[in-house]
């Protein structure tokens, strides 16, 4: 069984500032990794995943992968208070399933 | 979207009472998966199925049981319920269609159990 660890946090950042979100992971295995946001009392959605391969940005995110020290970040730059969230990582096992981190609380102070 | 359905969204019971939670998907995907989140725990793998007659239990599966009657249904079933099993459920399947590669989760359906 894979583990992956966050900061339960709140992260606190104010508006138009670089949220650092990190987790880190055991297996050092590991190919895929997700970051999924989720607002309260709501499902988990995806941001964004990558694999082993290589860093990702899409618009005001970029998801970086550290395999040498096994942790896995999420930028959010120009942060919204609209992006207030859990945000929860995300490991992958074989068979598709998601090995998730408790999430860290990000607020975002306008 | 895969369009996950679960019902109920909410329900209260009792210790001891039967609960069944139902899992719809309108997009025929194979894989489907069960997972239970607490507060400070995160999500947590309860059963998991590939296809109808490929069930597979997760991290915590002890009390919980799954049907999977259709490629488009997956049930699940506390036999007993007891109050720490007290948390939000979420069906879940995986998109892997067009390099989606997305697990996409239903709305959840909060259960009590007093």
């Known amino acids: 069984q894979k583990e992956v660890e966050q900061n339960s946090g ?4 104010p508006e138009g500032a670089i ?20 607002y309260s009392g709501k499902s988990p959605e995806l941001i964004m995943f990558i694999y082993s391969n ?25 942060s919204q208070p609209s992006d207030s969230a859990t945000y929860l990582c995300a490991v992958m096992e074989y068979g598709n399933k998601l090995v998730f981190g408790a999430g860290t609380i990000l607020r975002v102070k306008s | 979207d895969a369009d996950v359905t679960q019902t109920p ?5 009792k210790t001891g009472k039967r609960i069944m939670l139902e899992c719809s998907q309108t997009k025929g995907h194979d894989r489907m998966y069960w997972y239970r989140q607490d507060p400070g725990l995160g999500l947590r793998l309860i059963y998991y199925s590939f296809d109808v007659k490929d069930i597979n239990k997760g991290e915590i599966s002890d009390g919980y049981s799954v049907s999977r009657q259709a490629q ?18 979420f069906c879940a399947v995986w998109d892997g269609n067009s390099g989606a590669n997305v697990l996409t989760f239903g709305a959840g359906s909060r259960l009590t159990v007093l």
């Not at chain 1, 949220?19 to 989720?38: K, V």
């Not at chain 2, 969204?9 to 019971?13: A, F, P, Q």
């Open chain 1, 54 to 78: 290589g860093d990702k940005e899409d618009g005001r995110f970029t998801a970086q992968l550290n395999k040498a020290s096994q942790y896995v970040s999420l930028l959010i730059r120009d």
């Open chain 1, 10 to 13: 709140p992260l606190s950042v």
């Open chain 2, 9 to 13: 969204r909410n329900r209260i019971t």
């Open chain 1, 19 to 38: 949220a650092s979100l990190n987790c880190t992971y055991s297996d050092r295995g590991s190919q895929s990794f997700f970051w999924y946001r989720q």
């Open chain 2, 72 to 89: 488009a249904k997956f049930s699940l079933s506390l036999e007993s319920a007891i109050p720490n099993q007290t948390a939000l459920y």
